[in-house]
């Protein structure tokens, strides 16, 4: 006999697990479905997020951090270190266990929430006049609405498949077994640019190959230019505009043939290789075509702009649709949906999601980059404010980067905020913040912020719009 729900999502990453919650604390009837196993085979929700990227990679990010500080800054502090090892199986049962606790936690909130959790593949078996059918294991169920949350899976290179041991994607890159000696990463992205950086600190070379021309294109040019200058100075290699040829998987290694910018053949032999070339949308076991579901080229779910696919009562949200695939993103549509299906105005805005970079310095930034503002013809004005004149980073003795602000000329009106440096990931939040309230520079500049602290390089960016920096 099925069981019925008002609502089902198929997957428990972070857009189906929140747009779970959101729909139970509506009032609806709520399922969600998600195959993801612990090393035990027992549940593990949370998606790729929590289990293969941005939970595990800030773990292993933080732990390296700290063998690099302690390696190589404490002595600046006073503070003498001797005998300093690397325990890399204790330092990945930490990963692991940080992973667990998010696990636990999305399990506790079904529980809280009252929402029933089926662990398992979900797949759409047949619609009928009560709703949709779908199956998980032995079991059927039958929700008026359907919210597929599937995620994506991570692309690999032609005729290079995953093994997960010499040849890695996210999820092997974060259960390397000892530090390589060499490491070779495919793609200059976030997942590129944060697992080299574990791997470099822990004592590995590493090599990154990026196809395209520029570094961090997405990027603000002048603050991917301030990215790249550190990254050169900490040892990470970085060769653009190169083409990969041939790639050999051996039983010693990977062998990677390619040809520089300049056209030249070139070969790099590497204990391990990481393939982040961008991900694909995951709709494997989904059987989308026994209800008609349809997907585009790219085989991502077709959705409108409220995340309403081509069948009635059916959303998708996240990686599996359109737009950046970024956690956050895929949060704020699983609210959305899930108020949309109660009558309610669940609102996203594109133009305000933040995007971050984990590296040392950290990347982050939200709204248009002066590229961007160039190609369309909008005027302008910029303002930046460096971290080597901000007293908390001095102290913190991480003085890289900056903060920059984009204004409208003539409104002052916040188009862009861009920061390289300590904490930019957190700095963001204040832009994110003004970009909703349509505030402009001066507001920023007008407000008081703390001494000392980092956010005053914010204040001072915005300072800088109108030419009237304090500490610069």
């Known amino acids: 006999m099925s069981k019925q729900f008002d609502v089902i999502v198929i997957g428990g990453g972070p857009g189906g697990y929140i747009a779970a919650i959101r729909a139970a604390q509506l009032g609806f009837n709520t399922a969600c479905i998600d195959e993801w196993k612990n090393d035990k085979g027992g549940p593990a929700p949370g998606g790729t997020c929590t289990n293969v990227g941005c939970i595990p990679s800030k773990a292993l990010l933080q732990s390296s ?155 603000d040019e002048q603050i991917a230019k301030e990215a790249k200058k550190a990254f050169d100075k900490q040892g990470l290699k970085i060769e653009l505009g190169v083409k990969v040829g041939e790639v050999v998987n051996g039983k010693a290694g990977v062998t990677v043939n390619y040809s520089n910018a300049k056209g030249e053949a070139q070969k790099i032999e590497a204990d391990k290789l990481i393939v982040s070339i961008g991900r694909v949308p995951n709709t494997i076991g989904l059987n989308p075509e026994a209800v008609g579901l349809k997907l585009d080229e790219r085989g991502a779910i077709v959705v409108d702009e409220l995340c309403k696919t081509n069948l009635p009562n059916v959303w998708a949200v996240g990686d599996v649709v359109r737009g950046p695939m970024l956690a956050h993103k895929a949060e704020e549509e699983g609210v959305a949906v899930a108020e949309r299906i109660a009558g309610q105005h669940g609102h996203v805005n594109f133009n305000t999601i933040p995007w971050v970079i984990y590296t040392s310095p950290e990347i982050a930034w939200v709204g248009q980059t002066e590229q961007q503002l160039k190609a369309a013809g909008v005027q302008y004005k910029a303002g930046t404010f460096p971290f080597l004149a901000n007293g908390r980073a001095r102290a913190l003795g991480d003085t890289t980067g900056m903060v920059k602000f984009l204004a409208d000329a003539k409104t002052d009106e916040i188009l862009g905020v861009h920061i390289v440096g300590p904490m930019a990931s957190e700095l963001i939040s204040e832009a994110v913040v003004a970009m909703e309230f349509k505030a402009s520079a001066e507001d920023i500049a007008r407000i008081c912020h703390a001494h000392p602290s980092l956010s005053e390089a914010t204040k001072e960016a915005a300072l800088a719009v109108d030419k009237r920096t304090l500490n610069f």
Do not use: C
């Open 65 to 219: 951090e700290h063998y690099e500080h302690a390696g190589k800054h404490f002595a600046d502090h006073g503070i003498e270190v001797k005998g300093l090892g690397l325990d890399v199986a204790k330092m990945l049962g930490r990963k692991d266990a940080v992973v667990k606790q998010n696990n636990d936690g999305i399990l506790y909130l079904f529980k809280k929430n009252k929402i029933a959790f089926f662990h398992g593949r979900g797949s759409f078996a047949k619609a009928g006049g009560e709703g949709y059918e779908i199956q998980v294991g032995e079991e059927t169920l039958v929700g008026k609405h359907v919210i597929v949350a599937t995620g994506s899976n991570a692309r690999a290179l032609p005729g290079v498949p995953f093994d997960e041991q010499n040849v890695l994607s996210n999820d092997g890159a974060l259960r390397i077994q000892s530090v390589p000696k060499k490491l070779v990463l495919i793609g200059s992205g976030v997942i590129g640019l944060e697992m080299g950086s574990v791997w470099r600190r822990l004592g590995a070379e590493v090599t990154v190959l990026e196809a395209l021309p520029t570094f961090l294109g997405a990027v």
